[in-house]
């Protein structure tokens, strides 16, 4: 009987170079993101396909779906994958530039990142159906009460993963 374990994610670095409302309502993002992912199985490798990434902020998503290439993942081989997540006039509530400036006031911005898609295990030359893949990762970085660049992550972070 197979029992694959699931594959492990770990934010590396996130820089957000744009975070800005252009009206009262509409919001302009850059995030670039790089993520590590592992895959722990001695004897199973991985197919990543029809992946998804975004960024959200207190619930609300800040940045288009961002599709990312298909690849294929050895046993116990670890990948690089790096995204640009762009919102250009994204609708957001209200009370969006309050909640930045009261995290600003705090000094610290919380981000969530979500990558969601599809993935089959590979055995010999055996090739399971396909299985539901979402990761979450929260960025977690000093928010400076004068902006004077990109605001970056300091130290990586593991992601939650559900197959």
Known sequence: ???PTKPEFYLKEANIYQLNLSGPRLLNSSIQITLFSKNPNQRLGVFYDQLQAYASYKGQQI????????????HEETNVITASLIG??????????YE???????????VSLKLNGRLRWKVGTWVSGR??????CVIIMDFPKVVSGPL??????KCSTSV
């Open 100 to 110: 930045v400036i009261r995290d600003q006031t705090a000094g610290t911005l919380a």
């Open 1 to 3: 009987m197979l029992h």
């Open 88 to 97: 250009s006039e994204v609708p957001v509530s209200p009370s969006f530039g």
């Open 152 to 157: 970056s992550l300091k130290k990586g972070t």
């Open 63 to 74: 940045t288009l779906d961002s599709s990312l290439p298909p690849f294929y993942q050895g």
């Open 131 to 136: 299985y539901r893949l979402n990761i979450s």
